[in-house]
């Protein structure tokens, strides 16, 4: 259980996939300007993320490593996640027609979100079972949801904020997250 | 003792704020009444809800007391003539209101000779139907007297139906510089308690709770006094603090409960009314007498003698100030003028505007009391929120009013503010958060009205087209007809004609037989 | 090699049939958020927006060809009503600096030929043949229709008074 708890935190938080290894920025900076969108990209990495993960260690374990073919590893994982985000993207579209227009652009990026190619590619390469590495993932997206809403929170606060001219926008934005960054390297010494 | 209570015992409850209320030497003069002007200006609108409608025209002779405009819809309340004399014109003035635009009003010449129509009083109005009350103070045209003008007869007959057990007399008179109920109570103290009584029974409420602030010390012991007889009629002194008069804030402090956000006094079972509404219901009833005159206080550095004066309801801003003394200097000093109180009235353009019935107050504001000075940055020192009696935070609504995020804006209480101005008063960065406030709601007020006007565009997109496809049925049905008519019309023709040709070959038949 | 060519291809054509059963159970009827625009619009099908009917100026802007604020009867109310529903950030202060308008008739000029009345899509004109026409202030969407059908250019559009119902406080001026 511990375990468990330990994992968890480390990558939600130790090894933030967003503020300290530096994957996924693009939706983090694209869909950060109301929590509302921001919690809706969250919730629809979290599900790629994990759909993604367990089915990457299936198709790593039990079709490349078999026969040999881990060459073909990110093609494959491009495919299977390529999949998933199309999945759901209609299933977005289906539920939540608001939410879909809200994220715009940013859905189907899902697919080329470096985060998600990269914890499942993390996942081969640290050789978890399968149950390790969905709760790698799960902890991945629990760290990047968190980072989103932060951001998206702390944006809704800035916009109110009357910034001088030649920092409204981008720059005051970039500002924000790096501070942020900052703070988030404060869990590493964290002794877990 | 409620979980809030507890909280507010621990933080201090030290809502609003406590401005000098500069309300002597005007406060201890005793009222004067003032002349009937030679012109009374009366606008249409001087109470919320529907304008009334003129029922005079242009030339003809009333009688004072006569009604001149009818009430229009549910909330609304009729005018009546302040004087005798004749109709000289309906037509446009500059409305005591801050926007400075024109609003329809008739204009009243008056003949001098203040002739009252026939007045129907009611010696016994305890032996008079409750219902029958709320009808006569509605057609005197009573409004409320503190500010707001809210027809009276809606809330007293409102308060019937739903069953009010208090009824709170706000004789608080909160705001600074205004002194017209002090001065009332003060003389006319019987009268009120007369007609607080005469609303007890109109309302069937059990009890009145007569709130006025502890800086008006003559007006408790001259109300206390004429009150001493009467069981159901309570004085209270309340601590002298703005906004004290306002109602669930008197509410408050008088019975300890608390209104619910976005809800009325009425919830809970009480009803408000101002002193000086008191007056005029007992006007309405026991001498069957419209409303047409109120008092008002002339006050601020730049007029010659502050002081309070009854005028008659249209009388121009301009006469009365001449009447109470003129301004210092005549008005060189002049800063800004005010109707209404020092907080919450509103600046007009000019003098030129007439007394309605919810003007308070004619203020003549020198530079010193403006004050007027640059806004600053929010320095977020909190002082607002402290100062709010709604327990909103001011800071957070005007910065996003700012950035046009209303929505934003009412999602953390917007729609509660009262506009009090606590918050700007205090704001020691000046900045006008009672501004963005009063800009805010009428935005919104504004996109509600666009929505309706939106919604009804479409009904009538939709009706029209309803009908253009009902004349198009229409004409195919009546085309269809005249041709059926007209093959009908064929066929007969031409059966009628076989039948002649038979008939006529039959008779040649005939006839050859015969021959 | 083989295994390789043989693996993706039978992986991708799984996928490919997943996908599209998904797209058969989760399909999607019309674009609903275009439905929902059209409740929003004011319906008249004025086509001052350049699209036939408020239908298609809908899809326009879903489809992100058309702005938001391509409906001028709609105004402001309108324009935020949709940058909520689309999540669009869009600049309000940039629209409507006149503010709206609605046609008003000279009356010197009118000749009663009727010819604007027909066009009008919400019934906002009054008048018979040979007799003074009139807008009525409420219903007038200000959508132009019927300003180019008038022979002696009697109707024109002039901006909505302001009245004491209308008059909003102005912002404060920024500190």
Excluded at chain 2, 102 to 116: K, N, S, V
Excluded at chain 2, 449 to 457: G, I, M, S, V
Aim: proline fraction near 6%.
């Amino acid at each position: 259980m511990s375990e468990i708890l330990l994992l968890l935190l480390s990558t939600a938080l130790v090894n933030n996939v967003v503020l300290i290894k530096f994957l996924g920025l693009c939706p983090v900076m694209g869909v950060s300007k109301s929590v509302d969108s921001a919690f809706g990209m969250g919730l629809a990495t979290t599900f790629v993320l994990m759909l993604a993960s367990a089915a990457s260690w299936m198709l790593d374990n039990w079709l490349l490593q078999p026969l040999g073919l881990g060459y073909l590893r990110i093609l494959t994982f491009i495919l299977v996640i390529a999949s998933v985000v199309q999945f759901t993207e209609m299933f977005v579209k289906k539920t939540s027609p608001g939410l879909y227009q809200s994220l715009g652009i940013y859905l189907p990026l899902i697919t080329t979100n470096c985060a998600v190619l990269g914890v499942a590619l993390l996942n081969v390469q640290q050789e978890f079972s399968l149950f390790k590495s969905l709760l790698y993932g799960f902890g991945s997206a629990l760290g990047f949801t968190l980072v989103l809403l932060i951001f998206a929170g702390l944006r809704e606060r800035v916009a109110l904020a009357r910034v001088p001219a030649a920092f409204a926008g981008a720059p005051v934005a970039f500002i924000t997250i790096s501070l942020l960054a900052l703070a988030f390297m404060g869990f590493s010494g964290l002794n877990v | 003792m409620g979980f809030m209570n507890l909280f507010k015992h621990f933080l201090g409850d030290d809502w609003g704020v406590h401005p000098d209320d500069r309300k002597r030497p005007a406060a201890d003069r005793p009222l004067r009444t003032m002349p009937v002007p030679e012109k009374l200006y009366l606008p249409l609108q001087q109470h919320l809800g529907g304008p009334a409608r003129p029922v005079v025209l242009v030339g003809q002779q009333v009688k004072k007391g006569e009604l001149i405009a009818e009430a229009q819809g549910m909330i609304s309340a009729p005018i009546h003539a302040p004087t005798s004399g004749t109709i000289v014109a309906v037509t446009d003035i500059t409305a005591p209101h801050p926007s400075g635009l024109t609003l329809p009003a008739i204009i009243l010449a008056a003949d001098g000779r203040d002739e009252w129509i026939d007045c129907q009083g009611c010696a016994d109005p305890f032996a008079l139907d409750p219902a029958e009350i709320g009808k006569r103070v509605a057609a005197a045209g009573v409004v409320g007297l503190g500010g707001a003008a809210f027809p009276s007869a809606v809330k007293l007959t409102g308060a019937a139906r739903s069953k009010v057990k208090t009824l709170v007399i706000n004789g608080g008179e909160c705001e600074p510089y205004l002194s017209c109920d002090d001065r009332q109570m003060r003389e006319r103290a019987a009268d009120i308690v007369d007609g607080i009584r005469i609303m007890l029974h109109a309302t069937g409420a059990r009890e009145a709770l007569v709130g006025i602030e502890d800086n008006k010390p003559e007006a408790i012991a001259a109300m206390q006094a004429a009150a001493a007889g009467e069981a159901e009629v309570h004085i209270r002194p309340i601590p002298a603090r703005y906004p004290m008069g306002s109602e669930k804030q008197l509410v408050q402090v008088l019975t300890g409960k608390e209104v619910a956000a976005e809800s009325r006094t009425f919830d809970i079972g009480i009803l408000v009314h101002n002193v000086g509404t008191a007056l005029a219901v007992r006007a309405a009833i026991r001498d069957g007498r419209p409303l047409i005159s109120r008092v008002v206080t002339v006050n601020g550095n730049c007029a010659n003698d502050p002081g309070n004066i009854e005028v008659l309801v249209g009388t121009l801003a301009e006469e009365v100030i001449a009447f109470a003394g003129g301004l210092k200097g005549d008005g060189i000093g002049l800063a800004r003028r005010v109707m209404g109180g020092p907080m919450m009235g509103m600046q007009i353009p000019h003098w030129r505007v007439p007394v309605v019935k919810g003007t308070s107050g004619i203020l003549a504001f020198d530079a010193q009391e403006v004050a007027a000075q640059e806004p600053d940055p929010c320095i977020r020192c909190g002082s607002c929120v402290k100062a709010c009696p709604m327990g909103l935070l001011p800071l957070e609504m005007s910065a996003r009013i700012r950035n046009s995020a209303y929505d934003e804006a009412v999602g953390i209480g917007l729609k509660d503010c009262i506009a009090c101005g606590c918050c700007a008063y205090v704001c020691p960065s000046k900045i006008p958060l009672v501004q963005y406030f009063v800009h805010a709601k009428g935005e919104l007020a504004a996109q509600d009205r666009n929505k309706l006007r939106n919604d009804a565009t479409k009904k009538l997109a939709q009706q029209r087209q309803e009908r253009l496809d009902r004349e198009a049925r229409e004409k195919a049905e009546a085309a269809a007809k005249r041709k059926a008519e007209r093959e009908a019309a064929a066929a007969a023709k031409a059966a009628a004609e076989a039948a002649a040709k038979q008939a006529s070959e039959t008779a040649g038949a005939t006839e050859g037989e015969s021959a | 090699m083989i295994a390789a060519i043989l693996s993706l291809t039978v992986l991708g054509a799984i996928l490919g049939i997943a996908l599209g059963i998904a797209n058969k159970f989760l399909k999607v009827e019309g674009n609903p958020i275009v439905d929902e625009l059209v409740d929003l619009m004011p319906g008249s099908n004025c086509g001052q927006c350049g699209y036939p009917g408020c239908v298609g100026a809908a899809e326009a802007i879903v489809a992100g060809t058309a702005p938001a604020t391509c409906c001028p009867p709609g105004g402001k109310a309108l324009v935020s009503a949709i940058a909520a529903k689309l999540g669009l950030t869009v600049d309000l202060s940039a629209l409507g600096d006149d503010g709206p308008k609605i046609a008003t008739v000279a009356e010197e000029l009118c000749i009663g030929c009727c010819r604007c009345a027909r066009v009008c899509p919400t019934d906002a004109i009054l008048g018979g043949p040979k007799q003074i026409h009139n807008v009525f202030r409420e219903a007038c969407t200000g959508c132009e229709a019927c300003i180019e059908k008038c022979p002696t250019e009697a109707l024109v559009m002039k901006p909505v008074p302001v009245t004491l119902q209308h008059w909003v406080m102005p912002k404060p001026r920024l500190a």
